[in-house]
């Protein structure tokens, strides 16, 4: 009754390719966004930000990343992390070493680097497919945290390999609170989803798709698989490297190689089959649901010991929420196999019927 | 020179360590196209289900059995639960949840046998067998040679089944083409329980000699990450690429480790494997036997 496109006449070209055709959409966005950027720093509490919406986020656009290059371009990649790591620690170097640098021309300078070795670490895709490259994307995942361990250079000579993100300043105003943190990240977070969105809607992301569906006939009606491919790479390793970057100063502060091992680049493969592969919309359920469910298994052990008196030693809880963790993400690639996203647009053609049913 | 072929053996040796992981994961992609990441996780519940079998009282000829009993029906629970449900999906999404069900197997494992580590003794010490010491100069240990014999009595019995009985032939049907196999009237849901329980006695198997030699812990789910350049660089569905693969990855991973890594500051066996078959790959995208695909419109 309230989600319907009845009565909204499309007279030009423009309004019938925007990005939210439906009003109702629209209205739902700008909600969102009013949430997130205004109602949302005033009522969270420091906890939330730090602790669940800042990663939430950060994971996110890493999703986006790899969604870009699994989901569209159908790269199956194992070694997105590397690609944070290197985001990361290409920022720090060019905050340590370019005096006076603007910190955001820094992420840029990182998401850069990694789409440079992104696109080192995709030539091999020109050749080989499917679980054959995922496993040469490993090759990415462990050489690049061995450079990084290994090389002095990169974490500034600290003897533990553990560098410490500088203070994030942009235009003089100090980010440090929870709530300035957040508002930063959520705002690049803002900006590159819609430009994701945006990149998948066009003809780069219609290369992309016809890439993934089947190469050979894309090769035959004139696309051109080097390129495309490695544009994939060098998108989704940008957008990899801002989130690790992001991850480094925004979120951990103090980040070694290590942060970036390869069960990050195993959680963001979760978010985004969970999530939804190749919808933009599905990194960020994918990463809301990956980044909650430890938080809320940890709160329900919480909860059982304390209320309940049911107590449960923490070996065992900690092996419960692995096998929760491993029992429910079969579930839910047995229940819902397009992930989330999918039940979403289910439950939009039911709104729009809704209530009733013809 | 002796230092030179001592390396070589050794990595040789345990080359032949990394082809057993490798052949669970080949045995489950050939016959039914999912890359089974929870092999590495098998391994680590078989040898924890021994290790925990054996002190609770059962002897070794005892626990052997149990195990494999445990393994078996493991694998086909998996199918049942897991791949049944999941047929026709795309192969990533069954990929993914062969990661959840990596960690569902770790939980388990954990839970019901705890997550101390344990030694676990197969009456063969890691010690350099004297005769080849006196007569060659070379220390090769018994221990790698023992392994290098289970696994070379495992392959001859994995060859003699899919080639002599009529349930490997059945296997072997399913791997060329499921549509085909059903059409002649193999069950295709029988066959995939039955590779799946001869995974798991393979996991079995290699987790027995990985456990002897690490100690059994959590970090025998890493030899899966060992496993999978031996993988690639022999070819997904290739038994022989296994085996070449694995000695081919072992030898040169321990000879790059001698005489490359004090150049590069140590620790590269951790990558290298990924580069050179990486590198392989560029030359033979499929593998050294993996099956060609042509790919036609």
New interface residues.
């Given amino acids: 009754m309230f989600y319907r496109e009845a009565g909204q006449f499309k007279t030009t070209y423009q309004a019938d390719a925007a990005i939210f055709p439906i009003r109702q959409d629209r209205i739902a966005m700008a909600v969102i966004l009013a949430v997130a950027f205004v109602v949302i720093p005033f009522t969270a509490s420091p906890y939330l930000f730090s602790a669940i919406l800042i990663p939430f986020l950060i994971l996110a656009l890493a999703a986006l990343g790899l969604n870009i290059l699994?989901g569209y371009a159908g790269q199956?990649s194992l070694g997105s992390a590397a690609f944070m790591a290197v985001g990361a620690f290409a920022s720090y170097n060019f905050v340590l070493r370019i005096p006076g640098i603007p910190l955001l021309v820094a992420f840029v300078g990182g998401g850069l680097s990694a789409a440079a070795v992104g696109i080192l670490f995709g030539l091999?895709s020109l050749?080989?497919?499917?679980?054959?490259l995922?496993?040469?994307t490993?090759?990415a995942q462990?050489?690049i945290l061995?450079c990084l361990?290994?090389i002095g250079w990169f974490t500034n000579y600290s003897s533990s390999g553990v560098i410490t993100a500088q203070s994030m300043v942009i235009f003089g105003y100090t980010f440090a609170t929870p709530q300035a943190k957040y508002l930063l990240v959520l705002a690049i977070v803002s900006v590159m989803a819609l430009a994701a969105k945006n990149m998948t809607r066009s003809n780069v992301g219609r290369q992309w798709m016809a890439v993934r569906d089947?190469?050979?006939?894309a090769e035959?009606i004139g696309i051109r698989l080097m390129r495309a491919k490695l544009l994939a790479f060098a998108v989704s390793s940008f957008y990899c490297g801002v989130a690790g970057a992001l991850f480094a100063y925004a979120y951990l502060g103090t980040v070694e190689p290590e942060a970036y091992n390869?069960d990050l680049s195993?959680r963001i493969?979760?978010m985004i089959?969970i999530g939804g592969?190749g919808t933009v919309l599905g990194a960020f359920l994918g990463s809301a649901f990956i980044t909650l469910l430890p938080i809320f298994l940890s709160t329900a052990v919480t909860f059982l010991d304390e209320t309940l008196h049911f107590s449960i030693a923490s070996?065992?809880a900690s092996?419960?929420?692995?096998?929760?963790?491993?029992?429910?993400?079969?579930f839910f690639?047995?229940v819902e196999?397009h992930g989330l996203a999918r039940l979403w647009q289910i439950a939009k053609e039911k709104l729009r019927l809704w209530p009733f049913p013809h | 020179m002796q230092f030179f072929f001592e390396v070589l053996i050794g990595g040789l040796l345990s080359g032949v360590m990394y082809s057993l992981v490798a052949l669970g994961f080949v045995l489950i992609y050939k016959a039914s196209g999912v890359f089974n990441f929870a092999q590495g996780s098998m391994v680590f519940f078989a040898a924890l289900t021994f290790v925990g079998l054996t002190e609770h009282g059962l002897n070794f000829w005892l626990a052997l059995p149990a195990t494999l009993v445990v393994m078996i029906v493991l694998g086909i629970v998996i199918e049942r639960a897991v791949l049944r449900p999941l047929v026709n999906q795309p192969q990533i999404t069954l990929f993914m949840a062969t990661i959840g069900l990596s960690f569902l197997i770790e939980g388990v494992a954990q839970l019901v046998w705890g997550a101390s580590v344990r030694g676990l003794d197969l009456g063969v010490q890691d010690e350099p067998l004297q005769w080849i010491s006196d007569t060659a100069g070379i220390n090769v240990s018994k221990f790698d040679l023992m392994a290098a014999g289970v696994a070379a009595m495992l392959v001859t019995t994995l060859a003699v089944f899919f080639n002599r009985t009529r349930i490997g032939r059945a296997l072997r049907a399913v791997a060329d083409d499921h549509q085909a196999a059903l059409a002649v009237g193999i069950p295709l849901q029988q066959i995939w329980a039955i590779v799946w329980a001869v995974a798991g006695g393979v996991a079995l198997v290699a987790g027995l000699l990985w456990g002897a030699r690490n100690g059994v812990q959590f970090a025998l789910t890493f030899v899966a990450l060992k496993a999978l350049p031996v993988l690639i660089l022999g070819g997904f569905d290739s038994i022989p690429g296994a085996i070449v693969g694995g000695l081919i990855i072992g030898a040169s991973e321990k000879l790059a480790e001698v005489y490359l890594g004090p150049y590069v500051g140590g620790g590269i066996e951790g990558w290298f494997p990924y580069v050179l078959a990486l590198l392989f790959l560029l030359v033979r995208p499929e593998g050294l036997f993996g099956e060609k695909i042509i790919r036609r419109i």
């Fill in positions: 699994t199956l091999p050749r080989i497919r499917g679980f054959y995922a496993v040469a490993l090759a462990f050489f061995w361990t290994k089947m190469d050979v006939a035959v390869l195993f493969l979760f089959i592969v070996s065992v092996n419960l929420e692995l096998m929760i963790f491993g029992g429910l993400i079969i690639l047995i196999p």
